[in-house]
């Protein structure tokens, strides 16, 4: 079993690699399933056809099936009662019945639901493969962590909770907040079950892997570099980062020449920022993405004789670690074409990143390095590198 992730930037080109992959992942021989919660409908766009909120085989294919899922209707359908339970809540304190519906529902639903739909499939064992676009931000993943934090404890404490809501029933109307009936609970107790299951699919690294698709752009690339900081630090394996929308070295039109010379100065960045992961180079084709002949198309340029369920790469790039005064990030270093580096001569804050200026043989090369978000709140003390390794320290005052 493998679950595959996509993520990155609106129109960095998730939906149209997800079904390539799937596809080439069902021309292997494995059965698929492709997740899609994209508003915008555009897996049924790239497999021309009409995808359903449950999965519907791709005509003409072999073991490929694609969900375009309905955040919508899911939420109404599993997690009405808890929702209408928040209302309740909102509206006893005096708010306006839209605002309180706009209130209950929760950042990043949509992206959430699609996560809750793996868990569903992945349990299933119907399918050998799934592969998931549109996939949260890193911000949107920490949800996962929710059950393990609070999880067990609120379940346990809401299932001890359970027989006084009858008595609570009573006092209602004198303290003067809905309880949560029984039914509430039980679902309140099942999603947390349900997000922790979620979470041992997501950290199996034999299972799942998240993989980085970025355009070679100026805001692709940091973006995608914080969700790879994120995605170490919760534990989930990223495999793989996919350059997408380059233009092709035969395009010799002076009029693409800005483009090219700024999209190779990003390339160059992209391997530093991913380094040690594996990154693949795909053309941006002469037209959208279309349909199953462009699609398979796509795929094969992508992956070639390779299979694309294996794991790319094992390990975790952005190392944190806690030592005797504080915090150690450990950022590996991307081999220099035929130099060497020689020295760290400026470290300094640029916002959530740090910004440090490292000397080589062929000169000063500056690095942008996502910070945890504890290390805001300790003093930046020193960096060294060793043995082709940058490492910085944060001393802990508190
Ligand atoms: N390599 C490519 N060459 C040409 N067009 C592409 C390429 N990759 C994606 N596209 C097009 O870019 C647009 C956005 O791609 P899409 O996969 O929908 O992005 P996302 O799902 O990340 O928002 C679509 O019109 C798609 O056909
Ligand atoms: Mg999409």
Not at 7 to 23: N, R
Not at 362 to 389: C, Q, W, Y
Request: charged share 25%; net charge negative; proline share 5%.
């Amino acid at each position: 079993m493998r679950v595959i992730f996509y993520t990155g930037k609106g129109g960095s080109g998730k939906s149209v690699i997800s079904c390539a992959t799937a596809l080439k992942l069902s021309e292997l021989g494995y059965e698929t399933l492709v997740i899609s919660s994209d508003p915008a409908h555009t897996i049924s766009d790239a497999f021309e056809m009409q995808i359903q909120h449950t999965p519907t085989e791709i005509s003409g294919r072999d073991k490929l099936w694609a969900i375009q899922v309905d955040p919508i209707r899911e939420v109404r359908e599993k997690y009405g009662v808890i929702q209408e339970y928040i209302v309740s809540l909102f509206k006893s304190k005096g708010l306006d019945e839209v605002l309180a519906y706009e209130i209950a529902a929760l950042p990043n639903m949509t992206e959430f639901i699609s996560l809750l739909k793996v868990v569903e499939f992945v349990e299933s064992n119907n399918y050998d493969v799934i592969v998931l676009d549109t996939v949260p931000s890193g911000e949107a993943l920490k949800n996962i962590y929710l059950p393990t934090l609070l999880g067990s404890t609120a379940a346990k404490l809401i299932k001890l909770v359970a027989p006084l809501v009858n008595i609570a029933k009573v006092v209602e109307p004198i303290v003067g907040l809905p309880t949560p009936s029984k039914e509430v609970i039980s679902e309140d107790i099942e999603l947390m079950e349900i997000l922790g299951r979620l979470k041992n699919i997501i950290v199996d690294r034999e299972v799942t892997s998240l993989r980085l698709i970025a355009n070679p752009d100026a805001f692709s690339i940091q973006n995608l570099r914080r969700t790879h900081l994120l995605a170490n630090l919760y534990d989930i394996n990223v495999d793989l980062a996919i350059m997408n929308k380059v233009i092709p070295e035969k395009v010799s039109d002076s009029y693409f020449k800005g483009w090219k010379n700024a999209q190779e100065k990003y390339l160059t960045e992209a391997e530093a920022a991913f380094h040690p992961l594996p990154i693949k180079r795909l053309r941006l084709f002469q037209s959208e993405v279309k349909g199953v002949r462009l699609l398979s198309e796509l795929g094969d340029e992508l992956f070639g004789d390779e299979d694309p369920a294996e794991v790319y790469f094992e390990g975790k790039a952005i190392k944190v670690m806690w030592s005797n005064h504080g915090l150690e990030v450990v950022v590996p270093l991307p081999p220099l074409f035929a130099s060497k580096y020689k020295d760290v001569c400026e470290v300094e804050r640029a916002g959530e990143d740090l910004s440090v200026v490292i000397s080589t043989d062929i000169g000063e090369v500056r690095n942008f390095i996502p910070l945890p978000t504890i290390a805001h709140i300790m003093k930046l003390d020193s960096a060294k590198l060793l043995n082709g390794e940058l490492h910085i320290y944060f001393i802990d005052e508190r």
